[in-house]
């Protein structure tokens, strides 16, 4: 249930939502693709469909909380944007005419929580990892996969890479990836139950470098107001306050910063797509009056900007960024 709509009378539902209100609140369960309480969060009955239920009657809502549950899940397959060339393939190699098939990578992993009111069907029998606490493996996926796409992305774009597994596959993007994981992101995770964090990590690097997904840089820096906050920003927060290691991350804040000055190292034109694109260009091509520029915006950073050591961090590899380039960046990291 990634989204829904409301719902138009008892006898018309028109979303997972409404199907549910229709049933009277009886013993149900909606899987959620997404963690229904916000990640790290526990399914349950998420107070938004509750309150709905509530303003149709007080006793439906009593009873959608009392007897539905929405159980969290985790989901984790790359699937790239579809291409008119993925189009042809499916025509030639299947005969089939599909305006949009859905290409992804052979990896697949769905972790659900086994909090179902009446029985539930066997998805255990079908490779779901049924689990009590859904939190471990979400946090896993956003500060690892998610995360290292960040770190990859940025840099990539300015350093001349356009796809994803050239980048990769690169030894330097490589280690600083793992560099990133293993000190920064591992520390800031709970245990996850029936998982080799150490394999995972090294999977991760696998699946980026699959030169068949063909997933694009350029896909990884779109809306990156919504993802470096969710995905890269917690780590840090987390490691300044438990005084950890926060270098790298803090490179990758300062790698965005500089592609949102929309032009790369070759003085051609980036196109940033994200729906702050215009503040974000702003204050990123103040950068060189005031280095903290981009930075100062709360709404995105908090109160970074007044941590010393993220600041000197962030400013180190953003100086770094202007005057030697990525790659060159890339090597100090990996090599201090």
Same mark, same amino acid.
Request: proline share 7%; net charge negative; aromatic share 8%.
């Given at each position: 249930? #990634?989204?829904?709509?409301l ?5 018309d539902?028109?979303?997972? $939502?409404?199907w ?6 009886e013993?149900?369960?909606?899987v ?6 916000g ?15 509530? $303003? ?7 009873l ?23 189009r ?6 299947f005969?089939i ?16 929580e ?5 029985g *539930? ?7 779901v990892?049924l689990?009590?606490n859904?939190?471990?493996?979400? /946090? ?18 300015l350093? #001349? ?15 600083? /990836?793992?560099g ?10 709970p ?5 080799? $964090? ?7 690097i696998?699946?980026?470098s699959?030169?068949?997904?063909r997933d ?10 919504? *993802? ?13 306050a +438990? ?8 490179a ?5 910063? *500089? ?14 797509v994200?729906?702050?694109?215009d503040?974000?260009?702003?204050s ?8 903290d +520029?981009?930075?100062?915006?709360r709404?995105?950073f908090?109160? $970074? ?6 600041v ?14 990525a ?10």
């Open positions: 249930m #990634g989204r829904c709509c719902y138009s009378g008892s006898s539902p028109r979303s997972v $939502l409404g549910v209100l229709a049933r009277g609140g013993q149900v369960a909606a959620a693709q997404a963690p229904a309480a990640p790290g969060g526990r399914g349950g009955h998420p107070v938004p469909v509750v309150t709905f239920a509530r $303003l149709r009657s007080p006793g439906l809502g009593d959608v909380e009392r007897e539905v549950r929405f159980p969290n899940s985790m989901v984790d397959r790359i699937t790239p944007v579809t291409t008119d060339a993925d042809t393939e499916v025509t030639e190699r005969g005419q599909d305006l949009w098939p859905v290409v992804c990578e052979p990896f697949t992993q769905w972790v659900l086994d909090a179902f009111t009446d *539930r069907p066997g998805y255990d029998e079908v490779g990892q689990v009590d859904v939190e471990p493996y979400e /946090l896993m996926k956003l500060r690892l996969l998610n995360a290292s796409h960040q770190a990859m992305c940025y840099f990539g774009y350093a #001349g890479y356009r796809l994803v597994h050239e980048a990769a596959r690169d030894p330097l993007f490589q280690a600083f /990836l793992l990133y994981m293993d000190s920064e992101a591992t520390p800031t995770l245990p996850v139950p029936g998982v080799d $964090l150490a394999g995972y990590k090294r999977t991760l696998e699946r980026f699959n030169p068949q997904v694009t840089i350029a896909r990884l820096c779109a809306q990156s107001s919504d *993802r470096i906050p969710k995905w890269l920003l917690p780590v840090v927060s987390e490691q300044l +438990a005084g950890g290691e926060i270098r790298r991350s803090a990758v804040v300062a790698s965005w910063a *500089r592609y949102a000055e929309g032009t790369d190292e070759q003085g051609e034109p980036i196109e940033i994200d729906r702050l694109r503040t974000l260009t702003r990123a091509r103040r950068q060189y009056e005031d280095p +520029a981009f930075i100062a915006n709404d995105l908090g109160d $970074l900007a007044d941590d010393k050591r993220f000197t961090g962030y400013r180190s590899a953003l100086t770094s960024l202007h005057h030697h380039g790659r060159a960046t890339l090597e100090s990291l990996v090599g201090a």
